[in-house]
């Protein structure tokens, strides 16, 4: 089990840009894939973006595609998630997650084992 701590969110006007980290504790960092997920009020979690163990394979819901970006440093336990051209749309309170993986390369959609407290990112004039 892996603790995670996210930090970066905030207010930020239309278009803007923000960057989120997750940082990560207790576990092998190295050995998780790694995914971002949010949750907008009345509305359901939904994927945003995943990235594998190695950090070579990623992937993005296509409302984020090309606007945001998922990195990660596993020689600082943390990963990242690049946020430009923001809307209000992508007003939601944002979750990394980690999920044991065997593959170094494979990313996952769904099945995370363990999840951070979130932090909210607010988009609006």
């Avoid at 600082?76 to 997650?97: H, R, V």
Wanted: some cysteine; proline content about 2%; overall charge positive.
């Amino acid at each position: 089990q892996v603790q995670l701590v996210e930090s970066g969110g905030g207010l930020v006007q239309p278009g803007g840009s923000l960057r989120l980290s997750c940082t990560a504790s207790g576990g092998t960092f190295s050995r998780y894939a790694m995914g971002w997920f949010r949750q907008a009020p009345g509305k359901e979690r939904e994927f945003t973006a995943a990235i594998s163990r190695n950090g070579g394979s990623t992937n993005y819901a296509d409302s984020v595609k090309g606007r945001f970006t998922i990195s990660r440093d596993n020689a600082k336990n943390t990963m990242y998630l690049q946020m430009s051209s923001l809307k209000p749309e992508d007003t939601a309170n944002y979750y990394c997650a980690a999920k044991t993986s065997l593959l170094s390369g494979a990313i996952y959609f769904y099945g995370y084992d363990d999840w951070g407290q979130g932090t909210q990112v607010t988009v609006s004039s």
